[in-house]
């Protein structure tokens, strides 16, 4: 037993616990609050979240309009012309650095790190307060793409330049 959690066993975590007898004999029985059984109970209760989550998209989706622009006129380009705001991060990193560095490299090195995140940091410990690593180094990709994504959909006005946006708003409603 881990002297952090009791659910991580000779390097290996529980997942769950499954009713019956193993090949080998008597088992340990774990604590009540040990207990998660999958099957029905956290199915359920993921199936539950699911469709609430699908009924609340569909309730916004019924409730707000949100209409496409005019068809798009190759002789008349808008000025500035903005990504998506779930794209604007990426487009101010393009506006910074080479394409090939801003469009793959810099994403696949944060896919990439994000992935590898788990291997670095090996904390037996599932509290966030113990993950120190894991927490500080997903912190910092988080503040880095909002305020980028900030940036990039409220403060780039005409020609890509910088307006305040209290004075200007070039972004997207």
Same mark, same amino acid.
């Given at each position: 037993m881990?002297?952090?959690d009791?659910?991580? !066993?000779?390097? #290996? ?6 009713? &019956?007898?193993?090949? $080998? $004999? ?9 207990? @998660? ?5 956290? /199915? ?6 699911? /469709? ?9 989706? !019924?409730?707000?309009? *949100?209409?496409? #622009? ?12 903005? +990504?998506?705001w779930?794209? +604007? +991060? ?10 090939? !560095?801003? &469009?793959?490299? @810099? ?8 992935? +590898? ?11 966030? #307060?113990?993950?120190?690593? *894991? ?10 793409? !909002? @305020?980028?994504?900030?940036?990039g959909?409220?403060? #780039? ?5 910088w ?7 070039? &972004?997207?409603?």
């Open positions: 881990s002297d952090l009791p659910r991580v !066993v000779q390097g #290996r975590r529980v997942l769950g616990v499954v009713p &019956g007898q193993p090949p $080998g $004999g008597d088992r340990k029985v774990p604590d009540e609050q040990d207990l @998660v059984m999958v099957s029905p109970h956290l /199915l359920v209760r993921h199936a539950v979240v699911a /469709l609430t989550v699908l009924l609340l998209v569909l309730i916004v989706a !019924v409730l707000f309009d *949100a209409p496409l #622009r005019e068809v798009a006129n190759p002789f008349e380009t808008p000025n500035p012309e903005k +990504a998506p779930y794209f +604007a +991060a990426l487009q101010e990193l393009l506006s910074h650095f080479h394409p090939m !560095v801003a &469009g793959v490299l @810099v994403p696949g090195a944060i896919v990439g790190g994000l992935i +590898a995140l788990p291997y670095i940091d090996r904390s037996r410990a599932l509290q966030p #307060r113990l993950r120190k690593v *894991a927490v500080a180094t997903f912190t910092t990709f988080l503040v880095v793409w !909002v @305020v980028l994504t900030l940036i959909f409220a403060f #780039r006005g005409p020609n890509w330049g307006v305040w946006p209290w004075n200007e708003w070039h &972004g997207e409603l």
